[in-house]
């Protein structure tokens, strides 16, 4: 079975920083592809970040804030967010395993397997 344990979640005002983990079992960490997902109220869950083969792709509007970044050795993946705003209020969730995909164009894809953590809450205040 795979099983995902996501942390860190929490209430915090703009301009303040949080980092998120997600504790994998039941798959070979370090061969698989891992994402972070978020959903905010009344929106679709969008990808926020993904890492594999030592490559990271990231959100637009959270791209130089936010780092993704792996502890193979604890089997655990890490969302570092800093510079908050209260648009990244939202249900974080990671993803493992999923399909990554490098094209010719130069741009790359993560399409979520069904593996996924419980969530937790990201409240950023003004």
């Known amino acids: 079975q795979v099983q995902l344990v996501e942390s860190g979640g929490g209430l915090v005002q703009a301009g303040g920083s949080l980092r998120l983990s997600c504790a994998a079992s039941?798959?070979?960490?370090?061969?698989?592809?891992m994402g972070w997902y978020r959903q905010a109220p009344g929106k679709q869950r969008e990808l926020v970040a993904w890492?594999?083969?030592?490559?990271?792709n990231y959100l637009d509007s959270v791209k130089g804030r936010f780092t993704i970044s792996r502890d193979n050795a604890k089997n655990t993946v890490y969302l570092q967010m800093n510079s908050l705003t209260p648009d990244d209020t939202a249900a974080y969730y990671c993803?493992?395993?999923?399909?990554?995909?490098?094209?010719?164009?130069?741009?790359?894809?993560?399409?979520?397997?069904?593996?996924w953590g419980q969530g937790t809450q990201v409240t950023v205040s003004s």
């Open positions: 993803n493992a395993g999923g399909s990554s995909a490098y094209y010719a164009s130069g741009t790359y894809s993560y399409t979520a397997s069904a593996y």
């Open positions: 039941g798959i070979t960490f370090s061969d698989n592809a």
């Open positions: 890492s594999s083969g030592g490559l990271t």
